[in-house]
Every structure is written in C-alpha cells, then in structure tokens.
C-alpha cells in the first residue's frame, strides 16, 4: 500500500516562507503524478499544484501561480511545495497526494499538514 508523509507544516508571518514535504513509500510502483490541494474551514478541498513524475511538467491553481513552486526528487519518492510570499488566505490545511494509472493502480493521500500564515 503506498503511503504518504507530509511535513514542514506551521506558523508563518505574511510574506514569509515555508516549504512543504510529502514521501511516498510502501512497496514496489510506478507513480504518474503527485500534487497538493488545500482546505480552510468552510470551504471544498482545492486543487493547489501538481507535477507529472515522468516528465515534470507541472500545473498551478491561479491563486498560487508566480508564488508557490512543486517539484519532485524522483530517488526519494518525494514531491516538495515551496511557498512564498504567504498569504493569511494561505492558511489551510494542506494535503499531499500520489496517483499511479497501474499497474497496479493507487490514489493516496497524506493526512495533512496545518499552515497558518498570520497578518
């Protein structure tokens, strides 16, 4: 079963910096891609980023473009969020996932990290 840990969650001035880390591990799987996406109180899980494990290619939500930055290590399994410029509308619980088409085939997600950006 691929299993992910996150870390490098916390409490950030605005303006300030923090940068997110998610290990995928659990046996033997080919991943297609990993992301993040994020969720405040009363608001839907939002889609953040992503990156294609194959080719790094990567896509941003709109609000994040030109401040946060994912990239991936692929010898450690491991998919970085680099957040600059922090917003207090940052502030959310962020989650990490991993997909792999198969085979075998898996979506998994890691039990959030808590940012808080405050003003």
């Known amino acids: 079963q691929v299993q992910l840990v996150e870390s490098g969650g916390g409490l950030v001035q605005a303006g300030g910096s923090l940068r997110l880390s998610c290990a995928a591990s659990g046996g033997i799987f080919t991943t297609y891609a990993m992301g993040w996406s994020r969720q405040s109180p009363g608001n839907d899980r939002d889609f953040v980023a992503r990156?294609?494990?194959?080719?790094?290619?990567?896509n941003y939500a709109d609000s994040v473009k030109g401040r946060f930055t994912v990239s991936r290590d692929h010898a450690k399994n491991t998919v970085y969020l680099q957040m600059n410029s922090l917003r207090p509308e940052d502030t959310a619980v962020y989650y990490c996932?991993?997909?792999?088409?198969?085979?075998?085939?898996?979506?998994?997600w890691g039990q959030g990290t808590q940012v808080t950006v405050s003003s």
């Open positions: 996932n991993a997909v792999g088409i198969g085979p075998p085939a898996f979506d998994s």
């Open positions: 990156i294609d494990w194959s080719n790094g290619r990567t």
